[in-house]
């Protein structure tokens, strides 16, 4: 096989790579809007453990984290640390979530809710 031929072969698979990375979206950056469906998706998904409130206080089946304290979080408290969280899961009890939604943008949308239980500082912050 000559040089160039392999050189070919090698390149067609890195385009590929390439065209579909462009293609993944950009995490929901954060908004009123996303704040907004990531608080409808949370009273359904969601309150059965950490409650109406995140606080995971009243009436609810798991000790599930205080979600409304980023310092009380136990797998990280980054944008990303809580996308892996929702989306493989954490601990014993929080169950992974990435095969109950569409695309990666409704748990974009759920750390933003989150993110809006936290005081502006703790956002600036994190
Ligand atoms: C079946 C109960 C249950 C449900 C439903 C549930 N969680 Fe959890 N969640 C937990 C528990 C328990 C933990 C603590 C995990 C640990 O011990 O590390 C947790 C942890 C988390 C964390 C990480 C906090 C930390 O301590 O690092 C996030 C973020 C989170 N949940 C978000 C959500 C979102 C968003 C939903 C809805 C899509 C949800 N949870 C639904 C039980 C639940």
């Not at 000559?2 to 070919?8: A, D, H």
């Not at 390149?11 to 990531?38: F, H, R």
């Not at 239980?117 to 600036?124: G, K, M, S």
């Amino acid at each position: 096989m000559s040089f160039s031929i392999l050189l070919r072969l090698l390149t067609v698979p890195l385009l590929v790579i390439s065209a579909a990375s462009i293609q993944a979206e950009a995490p929901a950056p954060y908004s009123e809007e996303s704040v907004a469906k990531g608080s409808q998706l949370y009273l359904h998904f969601c309150t059965e453990c950490h409650g109406k409130d995140g606080r995971a206080l009243m009436d609810v089946i798991s000790d599930a984290t205080d979600l409304t304290d980023p310092e009380a979080y136990y797998n990280g408290s980054t944008r990303a640390d809580m996308y892996r969280s929702i989306a493989d899961g954490a601990g014993v009890g929080m169950p992974p979530w990435k095969s109950q939604f569409k695309g990666e943008q409704d748990m974009w949308h759920l750390v933003n809710f989150i993110r809006s239980l936290w005081t502006a500082e703790q956002r600036a912050a994190l």
